[in-house]
């Protein structure tokens, strides 16, 4: 088995914006049942990206019913505006897109000053080069596989050479961050992110759009574990 596929752990972190939004306490409680690791929240302004979702008070009101890591995905076109206000909310992990700003080093020191973990997000047309200089600093990167600003679009192939490419980069420089890809996350697509050496999958309407969250997460799990068998 090479290095870059090695059984390690896959974390699952459904994303809350393609669940059904009249009832999250039962969501959360489903996919608790269901055994996944990190819930993922997706903020959208409207400016960054063509769509409006959810602020820190959704985290807030959800916080004290799960335990759960909450990890909130900004795309917001000033992500520094909103930071303590995600922090105070619950979050344990918050990422930033490298294409929001000029000042990323400083966003990436602040979540980290706040106690959560700090991820940099990068877009479909962003190379993995942009994140050289403060890939160190890391927690996690978050690559895109979909534009972001909706759920439910198609799985763009080209976020598999990029995790492998952050997964070089990883092994060559002994870092630790974690490589998590967000967008069309399925059991068909699944394997080709964690054999290039993906750590978190997001996954939205793969999860919430038909059957049960438990039935869904199995799913993806059996896809993980038939991916690191068939790569033996
Ligand atoms: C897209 C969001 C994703 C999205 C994933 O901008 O960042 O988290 O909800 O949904 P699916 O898995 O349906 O692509
Ligand atoms: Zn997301």
């Known amino acids: 088995m090479s290095e870059s596929i090695t059984r390690r752990a896959v974390k699952l972190a459904p994303s809350m914006i393609a669940s059904d939004w009249a009832r999250p306490l039962d969501t959360v409680r489903e996919l608790t049942e269901a055994g996944v690791e990190w819930l993922h929240w997706d903020a959208m302004d409207g400016h960054f990206v063509p769509n409006l979702t959810l602020g820190p008070m959704f985290l807030a009101a ?37 294409e929001a700003g000029a000042h990323l080093h400083r966003l990436i020191g602040r979540i980290k000053e706040g106690g959560a ?22 927690d996690y990167v978050l690559v895109m596989s979909v534009n972001p600003g909706f759920s439910g679009q198609k799985f763009l192939p080209l976020a598999v050479d990029k995790i492998a490419e952050l997964n070089r980069h ?35 309407s793969n999860i919430f759009n038909s059957g049960t969250p438990q039935e869904n997460v199995r799913a993806l799990r059996e896809a993980i574990d038939k991916a690191f068998w068939e790569a033996v």
């Not at 916080?63 to 995600?86: S, V």
């Not at 002994?174 to 964690?194: H, R, W, Y």
Request: glycine share 8%.
């Open 62 to 98: 959800l916080r004290p019913h799960t335990e759960l890591h909450f990890d909130a995905h900004l795309m917001l076109a000033k992500p520094g505006d909103y930071l303590d206000e995600f922090i105070e909310a619950g979050a344990n992990s918050i990422s930033v897109h490298v």
């Open 117 to 138: 973990m700090a991820g940099a997000v990068l877009n479909p047309a962003t190379p993995v080069a942009a994140l050289d200089v403060i890939l160190p600093t890391l």
């Open 170 to 204: 990883r092994q060559e420089k002994g870092l630790k961050f974690l490589i998590q890809v967000d967008g069309g996350v399925s059991p068909a697509t699944a394997p080709l992110v964690v054999r290039a050496g993906a750590d978190v999958l997001v996954c939205g």
